[in-house]
């Protein structure tokens, strides 16, 4: 296997981890408006603690990914 289809492959599966991880933010964002909206009782401090730390976790993880995938077509075009 060449340099350029492995290159390739590991953008291939960035791109897709990418996809995942955008995926799940929406559904974690979904989760957490549902959530507010239902509990009347708790605190909005609650919800804006998760959903900070929510974010922070999957935006490390986007751009962790987007960085690789920088580097990889970066590296694979020189």
């Known amino acids: 296997m060449g ?10 599966i960035s ?17 957490l408006v549902r959530w507010f ?6 605190t909005p401090l609650t919800f804006w603690l998760i959903g900070g730390a929510v974010t922070v976790v999957l935006l490390f ?11 990889f077509i970066r590296y694979g075009a020189s």
Do not use: D, K, P
């Not at 993880?61 to 580097?71: P, S």
């Open 37 to 42: 909206r239902q509990a009347r009782g708790q």
């Open 3 to 12: 340099s350029l289809q492995t290159f390739f492959y590991l953008a291939l």
């Open 61 to 71: 993880i986007v751009l962790g990914t987007a960085g690789v995938l920088y580097g």
């Open 15 to 31: 791109a897709v981890m990418i996809g995942v991880t955008l995926l799940f933010v929406g559904i974690v964002a979904f989760g």
